[in-house]
């Protein structure tokens, strides 16, 4: 109760203080939007579909891409746990390829799959795939020897060690791991989108500045902003949760 | 008498293999319906005491970061018998617990060989469970299915399993407990919970490691009563280590005294007084003062050696 009280006054301190810059006129309104403006633009984007079809588009876009990205990751990872060869090896290119911006990945994945839908989501893997799996590596790596040894000595070999006591011991790291792939999956999209005529969100904000029409701008910001924050919370929230009640074993949730 | 009825009963439970093969190795954890109690023993002809454990020229050593070994065991021979409740005492860093690792099979020897059953020691196996004295409860799984743990790994059917998980949590006294989250217990109940869970498997040999270091006199004082019951109602072998040397007499057959590193069996007490023991008898408290008069020798070289390397840095 307190806590949404203190974000309602925030809320309409922000809204006061934005609408009394507005109208002190201290910027051209090309460069400074104002609260009706961007209200406006909204309801225009609403009543003729764009946000809806962008929202839509960028929404199929990133769940096919983060899909891929967290099946092929956490078997990235745990070849990578299991192999010392790969670890020797692998383990340092995929650090360094982590620093890589994914905007990068950009101009290979054109040259690649031309101007298609393909390149968009090969993007979003390789944004946010790493992330996965170098969160699969650390949580196998951190699974406390102590439990991996009460495992054995309770006569859980191989395949039952791991379904039985690894995996359940490194899902914290694991949801830490889909959650930031999550987000490195929503921003690479907008990135990828912002580079052609795409339809998504990303395009929105880029056909903003074509149109010199910044009230756009700021609407798409903020939209890409919200629906990253709220798929976060449908699908991390419950999930760390009921790890932080029992380390559950309800990785299904988070797919 | 009554050894000889324990061993014949314990044997019957435990069938008498190391290493048992996957199948076997189910039907054996299984409860015994046929299983004969103590007062109904098959009239076999007395046999003498088998020996349970058998360690002959143990070392072990560990490569240590200046490219050297450190033996953490030096020549251990040891028998233990079927039954029997052996307390290891000794100073930290003497090896206890390397001991035990050893007989879980968690740990091979350097050199020497571990039998147990006459059988070579290989790897770990659902006959020797050990305590751990950190636990390694599962925080993911409810009380219940922390204690189902082992009877699941061997295949055992799920009613099966939860029926004789809440047979050991009514003889550790947790039944009201077992949907709680291992978080959610006290350091006493968590330790009943792993003193179940490792029954559940009905184990010829149970290993503890301090098993119950972290917990307070009085608690310390019931798990000692009831790990003696548990003790006489499952009998297997135990071999507990423990740095409380009236713990040891309180609960030990036999205690072992270890040596600082490297660790050898310095000396062996046999424990004959009466059970029910307590930890303030009298005659416990004369044992214990004998055996700390000799533990006092090896912390203090223990001391030595920690000093002696502070300054060497």
């Keep these: 109760m307190k806590k949404s009280v203190n974000q309602l006054i925030f809320a309409v301190g922000v809204l006061v203080v934005w609408e009394g810059l507005a109208l002190l006129k201290l910027w051209p309104p090309y460069v400074f939007p104002t609260p009706q403006g961007v209200a406006e633009s909204f309801w225009a984007g609403i009543a003729d579909h764009s946000i809806w079809i962008g929202i839509a588009v960028s929404l199929r876009r990133v769940a096919i891409g983060y899909a891929i990205s967290v099946v092929l990751g956490i078997l990235l990872g745990m070849w990578i746990t299991w192999s010392k060869f790969l670890q020797d090896t692998l383990g340092g290119v ?79 790291y694991l949801v830490d791991g889909l959650k930031q792939g999550w987000a490195f999956a929503w921003r690479s999209l907008i990135q990828g989108e912002m580079l052609y005529v795409t339809l998504g969100l990303g395009q929105l904000l880029v056909a903003g500045r074509d149109l010199n029409d910044i009230n756009q701008v700021v609407v798409v910001m903020v939209l890409i902003a919200g629906i990253g924050y709220a798929v976060d919370s449908i699908l991390f929230r419950k999930l760390e949760t009921s790890l932080r009640d029992k380390w559950g074993t309800a990785i299904a949730a988070a797919n | 008498m009554t050894n000889y009825v324990l061993d014949l009963f314990s044997r019957s439970i435990a069938g008498g293999r190391v290493l048992p093969e996957r199948d076997e190795l189910s039907e054996r954890v299984k409860p015994r319906k046929d299983a004969p109690t103590g007062e109904t023993a098959p009239n076999a002809s007395p046999a003498p005491r088998r020996e349970s454990i058998a360690l002959s020229g143990v070392f072990r050593s560990y490569a240590n970061s200046r490219g050297s070994f450190t033996p953490a065991l030096q020549n251990i021979d040891l028998e233990i018998e079927q039954g029997e409740f052996v307390c290891i005492v000794g100073p930290s860093g003497c090896g206890k617990s390397t001991l035990l690792h050893l007989l879980a099979g968690l740990d091979r020897p350097t050199t ?94 149970l290993l503890m490691d301090e098993p119950f270091a972290a917990l307070d006199a009085q608690t310390r004082d019931m798990l000692h009563d009831e790990l003696e019951r548990l003790w006489k109602e499952t009998s297997p072998t135990i071999v507990f280590v423990t740095h409380n040397v009236r713990e040891a007499v309180r609960l030990g057959d036999r205690v072992l005294l270890m040596s600082f590193r490297p660790g050898r069996i310095k000396s062996q007490f046999q424990v004959t007084l009466p059970r029910p023991r307590h930890v303030e008898d009298s005659d416990v408290a004369c044992l214990s003062k004998e055996i700390l008069g000799q533990l006092r020798e090896e912390i203090d070289r223990s001391f030595n050696a920690e000093y002696s390397r502070e300054e060497k840095r």
């Excluded at chain 1, 390149?119 to 020897?145: C, E, H, W, Y």
């Excluded at chain 2, 770990?124 to 219940?144: A, N, S």
Aim: proline share 6%.
């Design chain 2, 112 to 205: 020497g060989e571990i039998t147990v059953d006459g059988n070579p020691v290989q790897g770990p196996g659902t006959d020797r469970i050990l305590l751990f004295q950190e636990l390694g409860l599962f925080p993911w799984l409810t009380v219940r299915q922390n204690v189902e743990f082992g009877l699941k790994m061997a295949g055992i059917s799920r009613d099966e399993r939860r029926d004789s998980a809440r047979k050991f949590l009514r003889m550790v006294h947790l039944s009201h407990f077992e949907d709680h989250y291992i978080h959610q217990l006290s350091g006493g109940m968590k330790q009943r919970v792993a003193l179940a869970r490792s029954l559940a498997l009905r184990p010829k040999i």
């Design chain 1, 94 to 172: 995929i650090l360094s390829l982590q620093s890589l911006p994914s905007i990068c990945w950009v101009p290979l994945a054109l040259l690649w799959f031309g101007l298609s839908e393909t390149a968009i989501i090969f993007v979003t893997v390789m944004g946010s795939m790493l992330a996965v799996t170098q969160a699969t590596k650390a949580g196998f790596d951190n699974v406390p020897r102590i439990l991996s040894m009460a495992g054995r000595n309770l006569g859980a070999k191989g395949p039952q060690l791991f379904w039985h006591v690894l995996l359940p011991a490194s899902l914290p």
